[in-house]
């Protein structure tokens, strides 16, 4: 199994920043794309950002110019830096990553535990 274990939610103003971290424990698999969805309370769970193996991205229009979603190279861990955060903003946050086992075709999505993001205005 892929297992995501996501660093980094907490409290904030508006208008300062935050950057959340995930590390994917994925051994015996190939992960692909890799990102962050939210759901605020109510709501449904939304796509946040997504950057593909070969750096494609992909954001919500709320978010653009102010996230970057990054990948490090070689490594199956994404970054998700919250610049100008609004209230707005606030929900918790899952890692995702879509992964298949090596020698199999099928892609599976996967879901970090969430991490609180609260923006206080």
């Known amino acids: 199994q892929v297992q995501l274990v996501e660093s980094g939610g907490g409290l904030v103003q508006a208008g300062e920043f935050l950057r959340l971290s995930c590390a994917a424990s994925?051994?015996?698999?190939?992960?692909?794309?890799m990102g962050w969805y939210r759901q605020a309370p109510g709501k449904q769970r939304e796509l946040v950002a997504l950057?593909?193996?070969?750096?494609?991205?992909n954001y919500e229009d709320s978010v653009v110019g102010r996230f970057v979603v990054s990948r490090d190279p070689g490594k199956n861990t994404v970054h998700l830096q919250m610049s100008s955060l609004k209230s707005e903003d606030t929900a918790v946050y899952f890692c995702y990553a879509a992964a298949r086992r090596l020698g199999r075709s099928n892609m599976m999505n996967y879901w970090g535990q969430g991490t609180q993001v609260t923006v206080s205005s």
């Open positions: 994925a051994r015996g698999f190939i992960v692909d794309s």
């Open positions: 950057i593909n193996n070969d750096g494609r991205t």
